[in-house]
Nanobody, 123 residues
Framework: VQLQASGGGLVQAGGSLRLSCAVS????????MGWFRQAPGKEREFVAAVTRSGRTTYYGGSVKGRFTISRDNAKNTVALQMNSLKPEDTAVYYCGAVPALGLVTDVSKYDYWGQGTLVTVSS
């Protein structure tokens, strides 16, 4: 199983980035997908999740209204569109997969993880 996250980089506050996670080695549409982030010295934090069909999404409070998670089951990818970025969004962002029916926000429930992609937002 491989999850390959990409799209991170340096952006000014107020800007946008789009992260992508390419998944292989599992039956993609049997997995709930999530994005988490981890800032230096902090625990991994839930950002967003999407159900297997892509019809239902859920967001952490600090990103709601600014970030959008989506998936393409034909391409085995999940994306995170991040708008109105703030310096406090600076972190390594990870995509995760869990074989669940619904949304999962608990980091400990996820079975597979990507390697992470660094997002840095300058003020």
């Amino acid at each position: 199983v491989q999850l390959q996250a990409s799209g991170g980089g340096l952006v000014q506050a107020g800007g946008s980035l789009r992260l992508s996670c390419a998944v292989s080695g599992l039956t993609f549409d049997s997995y709930t997908m999530g994005w988490f982030r981890q800032a230096p010295g902090k625990e991994r934090e839930f950002v967003a999740a999407v159900t297997r069909s892509g019809r239902t999404t859920y967001y952490g409070g600090s990103v709601k209204g600014r970030f959008t998670i989506s998936r393409d089951n034909a391409k085995n990818t999940v994306a995170l569109q991040m708008n109105s970025l703030k310096p406090e969004d600076t972190a390594v962002y990870y995509c995760g997969a869990v074989p669940a029916l619904g949304l999962v926000t608990d980091v400990s429930k996820y079975d597979y993880w990507g390697q992470g992609t660094l997002v840095t937002v300058s003020s």
